[in-house]
């Protein structure tokens, strides 16, 4: 009479403690992924329904006070053409972000235009400003 164990061994490996472990950073990560903005300068963006994804280079800010922000350091207009030319050196065609308070004149964001428009006459590039808005609601 051959003698026989009750309970047999299984080789098979339960994965059901993985996928809740699967879930769990996918849920940490969602929510942590939520909290990092992008704005380090509160701005009101203006709003719009278009979306363009494109390399970001530099990013430019002004605010409601009028000022100017490039990779948010503080310059005057003087000093804009020279900052935006420093930090797009040796690019072809990289893009300026210009993120602009909603209640900026017209005349403000034609200025960092005409910035990055002398920089392609000096240099023969082609780089592209590309403004910043907000989805409607």
């Known amino acids: 009479m051959a003698i026989q164990t009750r309970n047999k ?3 098979a490996f339960s994965t059901a403690s993985m996928s809740d ?10 929510l942590t ?9 509160k701005l009101l963006l203006p709003s719009s329904n278009s979306k363009t994804m494109a390399k970001q280079s530099v ?9 100017y922000f ?3 350091t503080q310059v005057s207009e003087q000093e804009l053409e020279n900052e935006i030319d420093k930090q797009i050196a040796g690019q072809i065609d ?3 972000v210009l993120r602009s308070d909603a209640s900026v004149p017209v005349q403000y964001v034609v200025n960092v235009i005409d ?13 592209k400003v ?8």
């Open 94 to 96: 990289a893009s300026v």
């Open 130 to 137: 590309i403004l910043a808005t907000k989805p409607k609601a």
């Open 9 to 11: 061994r299984s080789i």
């Open 21 to 30: 472990l699967v879930f769990l950073l996918l849920i940490f990560f969602m």
């Open 115 to 127: 910035a990055v428009n002398n920089i392609n006459n000096k240099y023969n590039t082609k780089h």
């Open 59 to 67: 990013t430019i800010y002004i605010n409601n006070s009028f000022n």
């Open 70 to 72: 490039v990779n948010e």
């Open 33 to 41: 992924s939520t909290l990092v903005s992008p704005n380090a300068i």
